[in-house]
């Protein structure tokens, strides 16, 4: 990946490029380090509190990190001839989209690029799998911008070389992360939180009237990342829907009081759920509980989100109303036209470090939203015992290979000579 980036540089003079790794200890760990040691010292000038590499030819190489949602706005505005993400399945859609609008340039002497290099699993699973390997594409994504090149660790010929014991250890896993991991399997997910089918829990239109629903509004409070407010109802026979979203950043709780109490009197709701934290003051200002009771919204009620077990018994009862009621339909369906909601859930995937509860590194927030309602309304009559999900193995970490050709450039000469060295151009 670096290389990628490193080789453009030294092409396009005067050019911008920015190299990601989702923290910095990361970044600094696998490519910082590495360039250092790879490049000759009289070419080039690093910045250590920028992470700045500047080149003899006036190109630059930004090393950033982007380990939150909300760090995408330290790169606000900035402009780059080139964009490397590596490990993007770390990435959220999200930032991703962000870092897409930081792919600008006047110049009309290259072609814009960004690469992205991944193994299957994490948290951008989901959306990586829809654009590169299932090609299926939203409203305003190109398909001649994505193209896939696949890669096996078996292609690397160094590594086979240098590390063989690297293969057999991969050869030695669960057969689905072997699947995942020595095959380059995106078909393979076995870090998935949620039991989610497009073709169970997705409908077209709900089939009762939600006027004889008891109906409720979720909500989750964000300002840098998104905030969401989800709109269920649900039937007698305990069947929910949800058939409205709202998901937003950067607005007040003032703002969302007006959307929220729009949405109110269009259709009445029993009750505003908010999280133990939209109840506390913030740096001496109302409470965001306080701003929508006094703006109309309302009536509001307190989850239960602060208790020991409120995270994991919240998957738990997740799961549950993922699952078939008795007439063989499941308790919990979502309405087509909430896209973040069916885009984000199936993303979502187990806490490396928690086995029982969601990697809050994800797009959690719709998840956390709907989350409050089940913790509120407690498990589907008929329905016993607890659910204990299971986590994923840990990830094993698959060099990726990308490779390509552009014209002949004596570029070896800006690298220091490394026995068995392989070089990949642009």
């Known amino acids: 990946m670096r290389w990628k980036l490193l080789l453009r540089c030294f092409r396009f003079p005067n050019s911008k490029g920015l190299l990601l790794r989702r923290t910095y200890p990361e970044l600094y760990r696998n490519h910082i380090q590495e360039i250092q040691k790879e490049l000759k010292k009289d070419i080039y000038k690093y910045n250590d509190q920028k992470h700045i590499f500047t080149f003899i030819n006036g190109s630059s190489l930004e090393c950033g990190s982007c380990q939150y949602e909300g760090d995408v706005y330290n790169y606000l505005g900035a402009e780059y001839d080139h964009i490397g993400i590596d490990e993007a399945s770390r990435f959220t859609k999200f930032q991703f989209n962000n870092f897409k609008t930081n792919l600008r340039s006047v110049r009309d002497d290259l072609k814009l690029q960004m690469y992205l290099g991944s193994n299957p699993g994490g948290v951008g699973h989901g959306w990586l799998k829809r654009l590169f390997m299932d090609k299926e594409y939203e409203e305003g994504e190109d398909p001649k911008e ?20 690297y293969v057999r250890e991969l050869e030695t896993l669960p057969p689905d992360l072997k699947r995942a991991f020595l095959d380059g399997d995106w078909n393979v997910f076995a870090g998935q939180a949620l039991r989610w089918k497009r073709d169970k829990h997705i409908i077209d239109k709900i089939p009762y009237p939600i ?12 300002y840098n990342a998104h905030g969401a407010a989800v709109f269920l109802a649900k039937t007698p026979d305990n069947h929910i829907f949800q058939y409205k979203e709202i998901y937003q950043n950067r607005k007040t709780p003032e703002e969302w009081a007006t959307q929220l109490k729009y949405e109110i009197q269009a259709r009445s709701v029993e009750a505003v759920i908010l999280p133990h934290d939209c109840f506390a003051k913030q740096q001496g200002r109302d409470s965001i ?43 919990f369906q979502v309405l087509d036209t909430c896209v973040n909601t069916t885009r984000t859930l199936p993303e979502l995937i187990y806490d490396e470090n928690r086995s029982e509860d969601i990697d809050t590194d994800g797009e959690d927030h719709i998840y956390d939203a709907i989350r409050m309602v089940f913790l509120a309304w407690g498990k589907p009559k008929g329905r016993g015992g607890a659910v204990r999900p299971v986590g994923p193995e840990p990830e094993r970490r698959q060099p990726t290979v990308i490779g390509g050709r552009v014209p002949a450039l004596d570029v070896k000469k800006l690298f220091k000579k490394q026995k068995g060295r392989g070089w990949m151009y642009d």
């Open 146 to 165: 994505y193209k896939f090149i696949p890669a096996k660790v078996y292609d690397n010929t160094i590594l086979m070389q240098k590390q063989p014991d």
């Open 211 to 222: 006027e004889d629903c008891k109906r409720v509004i979720g909500y989750d409070w964000g």
């Open 289 to 331: 509980a306080e701003v929508f009771k006094r703006n109309g919204v309302g009536p509001i009620k307190r989850a239960d989100s602060l208790s020991k077990n409120a995270r994991t018994n919240g998957l738990a009862l997740f799961h549950m109303y993922l699952d078939n009621a008795p007439d063989g339909i499941p308790y």
